[in-house]
């Protein structure tokens, strides 16, 4: 149940005419008074023998009267708008819990509480089976100013405890950081003009996705105009820039105008402010004398998340999880086409994810954005074993995401992060399939794959049993060989792949060390003497045990 408290100086006749009309298209279905504060407020909705008009217009000089006696000495804002929505799954409520619903916002907020005579007078409007919107004037009968408080925060603890008493979908308690929802009035636009998704929706994906991508300010806004969106910027009396709105081509309002949006509005953490520091922590680097694969760059880098999320402070776990956010905001633009709608899905999910009250370093997770978007800029870089064997690290990033965030109480942030993995698992299923089925195409010979599982028994025989009975070992065997091919030694790599991270957790590990192998076997290698040289240091120095070994793997 979502309660939204809307302020105004505005005419309490206009919001009493808006809500017993029709609605802007014509979504207002019987509109009538469920509760007032007397319970005998004229109902222009149930008076079918008086003018409406005229209804009204009663109406809302009663909830006035207790402004209209203090005249020049009333309050800058006098109206008090409330609209509670149910969740579109809840069972249809009667009027009668509706009024209950409403009695027990107005006493939440500070407005109305039973056996007050003198509290501010209010009615509650239903005009639909899902919703009801709450008015009041504020001030009271006895012409004091209500004691509202922290009505904001106190309408949403009220409903989350109504939605435990009537048994309606429970809602996440929030920690302020939420982007702000599309208003059912964008909904009903969007409607009309057969979108799935509000103007405001689209444009925050749009600009996330330009910030993950951007380097540097000019090459923010050039990749905003480029992904179709129209920039306004905002300009001091100095001409530095200060802000920005974006607005969707053809989203207009009623005089044909363009409907704008200042990037703070889209989420806190895309007003220029922000961006700029985002950006400002992508300071070059030395171009490398041979670059390495960007896709095995961005997989090393999400492989690193876990261990930030468990052990380094909460300034780096949460800049992690801003790039990881970048980088799912990114990936729909790289992968192929029957997986964009997918990752898109996992990226507007996730997106709840990547904020907290905890300030981000931003500064620790560069490799992570450089890759991916060194992978956007250049199409040519699009590789299906490098998409799945990424979609496997951010897998289990995100898995440790969730555990982070639960163990922080930020029930929002766990939520969301619980929606990513649902539709990452549903594409890292249909990308990883296809490119296992090739790999296993150049399964190597019976000899080469017993040769290569007696390696496998000695490097990990806690897990052999497992991945020699899982149907990905014929590729596991496959990317073994090929590495072999290329001049590493199958053992050592195994015992590479190991040393990365305990298979512990993972739920396929023949698929996990596929990937590992796959990544590490397209390395340079190394020559006998250098390893010759590793296998002395492993032997004095063996690989520490993984810090935590119980985490539960989605896939």
């Known amino acids: 149940m979502i309660p939204k408290i809307i302020l105004g100086r505005g005419s309490t006749r206009r919001l009493v005419a808006y809500l017993f009309g029709k609605g802007r298209a014509n979504e207002h279905t019987d509109p009538h008074l469920v509760a007032s504060w007397n319970d005998f407020a004229p109902d222009p909705g149930r008076s079918p023998h008086r003018d409406l008009k005229a209804v009204e217009k009663q109406l809302a000089a009663q909830l006035d009267q207790p402004v209209a006696l203090l005249g020049d000495r009333a309050p800058k804002n006098t109206i008090w708008h409330c609209p509670v929505r149910a969740a579109p799954e809840d069972p249809v409520l009667t009027d009668a819990q509706w009024a209950d619903i409403a009695r027990r916002m107005v006493t939440a907020a500070g407005l109305a509480s039973d056996g007050d005579g ?64 599309p208003t059912s009035k964008e909904h009903f636009k969007a409607k009309r003009q057969g979108r799935d998704a509000t103007a405001r929706e689209v444009l925050r994906l749009r600009v996330r996705r330009a910030v993950a991508a951007a380097t540097d300010e000019a090459g923010f806004f050039a990749l905003l105009a480029a992904s179709g969106v129209e920039v306004r910027p905002k300009a001091g009396p100095s001409g530095d820039l200060l802000g920005y709105s974006v607005a969707l081509p053809g989203d207009t309002n009623g005089q044909g105008e363009p409907v704008w949006y200042s990037g703070s509005t889209l989420a806190g953490d895309l007003s220029l402010p922000q961006v ?18 960007p896709w095995h760059q961005a997989t090393a880098a999400t492989e690193r998340i876990p261990h930030h999320l468990t052990g380094s402070d909460d300034r780096v776990a949460q800049g992690q999880l801003v790039a990881l ?14 997986l964009r709608d997918e990752l898109e ?53 995100v898995a440790y995401a969730r555990h982070w965030h639960r163990a922080h109480r930020h029930a929002q942030q766990e939520a969301a992060a619980e929606r990513t993995l649902l539709h990452l698992q549903t594409a890292y299923t249909r990308i990883a399939g296809p490119v296992l089925d090739h790999f296993a195409h150049r399964t190597p010979s019976l000899q080469t794959k017993q040769r290569l599982a007696l390696h496998l028994q000695q490097a990990a ?15 596991l065997a496959a990317v073994l ?19 990365q991270r305990t298979l512990n957790d993972a739920r396929h590990p023949a698929r996990t060390l596929t990937w590992r192998i796959h990544r590490l076997g397209q390395r340079h290698a190394p020559s006998p003497q250098a390893q010759a040289a590793r296998a002395r ?16 793997r989605h896939r």
């Not at 700029?276 to 041979?290: D, F, I, K, N, S």
């Not at 799912?328 to 790289?334: F, G, K, R, W």
């Not at 240091?537 to 539960?552: E, F, G, K, L, N």
């Open 345 to 397: 899905q996992a990226a507007v999910a996730f997106e709840r994810a990547t904020r907290s009250r905890i300030t981000a370093d931003l500064d620790s997770a560069r490799v992570l954005r450089r890759s991916v978007q060194m992978i956007v800029r250049d199409p040519a870089l699009a590789d299906g074993a490098g998409l799945a064997m990424l979609l496997d690290a951010a897998l289990l990033a």
């Open 276 to 293: 700029r520091q985002r950006l400002g922590t992508l300071t070059p680097e030395p171009v490398p004398a041979r670059p390495a694969d």
């Open 118 to 181: 003198q509290a501010c007078r209010w009615v509650a409007v239903r005009h639909a089976e899902d919703h009801i919107h709450i008015a009041a004037t504020l001030v009271r009968q006895d012409g004091r100013r209500p004691d509202r408080g922290h009505d904001y925060r106190a309408v949403q603890r009220e409903a989350r405890r109504i939605e435990a008493d009537y048994g309606l979908r429970r809602l996440k308690p929030g920690d302020g950081t939420a982007a702000k929802r």
């Open 325 to 338: 956010g970048g980088a799912l905001d990114l990936l729909p633009v790289a992968a192929p086409a029957g």
């Open 461 to 475: 025989p806690e897990h052999a049993e497992r991945i020699l009975n899982d149907p990905a070992w014929d590729a």
């Open 537 to 552: 240091t492993t032997a004095q120095h063996p690989a520490a045990p993984d810090p935590q070994p119980s985490r539960t």
């Open 481 to 499: 060989a090929d590495a072999e091919t290329t001049g590493h030694n199958a053992a050592t790599l195994l015992d590479q792949a190991l040393g």
